[in-house]
């Protein structure tokens, strides 16, 4: 019997496992890939992201972790009519795999069990536990915790099952390429014209490679709005691609109007881009972070009422929420296709 299961070691898992060990809890932290493992993501964090780390773990994030440019200075925004903003401020450019995995080691300094290559199937639940089926390799396990803290994100499969609810999917698509730019390295670009996506496109470098994406609501005209945006970028921005190095997809959590969040149900407990906390272009980590630490402090203070663990994480997380709100709000005066999303 575990005090608790954390399902996916990303940051909101590992920062919830480690809040949890470090108070004495016995903590399994499972994760379904081997680690280090490649996550689909711009890797820029904010100056927020780097106050939390340093916060919950106790030391800055480390360079080891980092690809070159290692400082982002910021966000360059183009609206919907072609209008450009910049939002500037200090943060780090990290790959995802090496960040990822010394979050999750941290965890397991504190005490944390960490299995990779273990995924959740489902889970059972009753009134003092929870029953999570695992699998790892051929290999079917059933071990009992008394909460669960689901944190595998929006491919997950435990909230599915549990509430029978079907998320809203956005299919984002990118490649790594050599060649070329007239564009500042240190900025992250965005750019929220309807010609160019459903939702955005981006522009970002990592170790000298040229990362360019767009995200769809309909993944079918995926390649239909890259053609457009490296068309756009050649044009505007000189791109010149010699080489297409890497390609990947992933799918994101679809915001809805007012930005729900789900805590969850019972005794498991939902945190970062599993409970819906996702920011406008896609940034996660800061709020994956601190939804995990918070949702840690809660059950710790309430641990032998689920009831009150739900609430208590529920009250919170609502400073975070309205800070996910206001995000929105914001980038919805940048863009008609996120009218929806005012305050």
């Known amino acids: 019997m575990y005090d608790v299961i954390v399902v996916g070691a990303g940051p909101a898992g590992s920062t919830a496992a480690k809040t949890l060990a470090e108070k004495g809890r016995k903590v399994l932290l499972a994760e379904r890939a081997k680690m280090p493992r490649y996550k689909s993501c711009s890797g820029q964090l904010i100056q927020k992201t780097l106050d939390l780390v340093e916060r919950y773990f106790g030391e800055p994030v480390p360079l080891s972790t980092m690809c070159k440019p290692t400082e982002n200075r910021g966000v360059i925004l183009t609206d919907d009519r072609g209008n450009t903003f910049r939002f500037e401020q200090s943060g780090r450019n990290v790959w995802r795999s090496s960040f990822d995995k010394w979050l ?3 965890a397991a300094a504190a005490g944390a ?4 290559e273990m995924a959740a199937l489902a889970c059972e639940q009753r009134s003092d536990a929870v029953t999570v089926t695992l699998k790892s390799g051929d290999h079917i396990y059933a071990e009992q915790a008394r909460y669960i803290v689901d944190c595998e994100g929006v491919t997950g499969t435990l909230k599915r099952k549990l509430t029978g609810q079907e998320p809203e999917y956005i299919t984002t698509y990118q490649t790594y390429n050599q060649g070329s730019i007239a564009l500042d390295p240190h900025f992250f670009y965005a750019w ?5 996506s459903q939702y955005d496109a981006w522009f970002n470098v990592k170790d000298g490679q040229l ?9 079918e005209r995926t390649n239909e709005y890259f053609v457009r945006f490296i068309a756009y970028m050649q044009e505007k921005h000189g791109l010149r691609i010699e080489k297409r190095l890497k390609e990947d997809r992933w799918l994101l959590h679809r915001v809805r109007p007012g930005c729900p ?9 939902f945190a970062g881009e599993t409970a819906g906390f996702l920011n406008p272009m896609g940034e996660g980590v800061s709020s994956a972070i601190e939804s995990g630490h918070l949702l840690g402090e809660a059950m710790e203070a309430h641990f032998d009422d689920p009831k009150a663990v739900l609430s208590a994480y529920a009250t919170a997380a609502r400073p975070l929420q ?8 914001l980038v919805s005066a940048m863009s008609d296709a ?4 005012k305050i």
Not at 261 to 269: A, S
Not at 338 to 341: R, Y
């Open 113 to 116: 069990e960490v299995v990779e």
């Open 104 to 106: 999750a080691d941290k």
């Open 211 to 219: 990362v360019l994406g767009v995200s769809v609501r309909d993944g």
């Open 322 to 329: 309205d800070y996910m709100k206001r995000q929105w709000h």
């Open 192 to 196: 929220l014209q309807p010609l160019l």
């Open 261 to 269: 969040i789900d805590h969850g149900v019972g005794r498991v407990l």
């Open 338 to 341: 996120f009218g929806d999303m």
